[in-house]
């Protein structure tokens, strides 16, 4: 009973060293490029702006879709972005910034 017991705190505390991998898709408000941060915003279900602004570590990918060198610097305002990131302590470090790309729509077949 006391060998379960021991295994599961273990496994407790593993879990909470690990800091939880969270996303964030919006607008792209402003780039830093000098203190590497990207301010992003987005509209939340109560109608209601949220604003994060994220510390892109040198650890971090960015995703441009072929739109040049996918650096920080790529990103500018109005983009659509998603943005995975940790919580450490107050600051939000982004690992992974990626450009999102609508799809055209497909246009269907007119019928008469």
């Given amino acids: 009973m006391w060998s379960v017991s021991l295994l599961a705190l273990a496994a407790l505390g593993d879990a909470a060293d690990k800091p939880k991998k969270l996303q964030f898709t919006g607008t792209v408000e402003s780039v830093d490029?000098?203190?590497?941060?990207?301010?992003?915003t987005k509209v939340?279900?109560?109608?209601?702006?949220?604003?994060?602004?994220?510390?892109c570590t040198d650890a971090c990918t960015y995703v441009?879709?072929?739109?040049?060198?996918?650096t920080l610097d790529?990103?500018?305002?109005?983009?659509?972005?998603?943005?995975?990131?940790i919580e450490a302590g107050d600051q939000l470090l982004c690992h992974k910034l990626s450009l999102n790309i609508q799809k055209p729509k497909k246009e269907k077949p007119k019928t008469d």
Avoid: E, N, P
Avoid at 33 to 40: D, P, Q
Avoid at 64 to 70: C, K, L, P, Y
Avoid at 77 to 83: E, I, L, Q, R, Y
């Fill in 64 to 70: 441009t879709h072929g739109r040049g060198t996918a």
């Fill in 44 to 55: 939340g279900k109560d109608k209601q702006a949220v604003t994060k602004t994220f510390r």
């Fill in 74 to 85: 790529a990103f500018v305002a109005g983009d659509k972005v998603t943005v995975s990131y």
């Fill in 33 to 40: 490029t000098a203190t590497g941060t990207c301010t992003v």
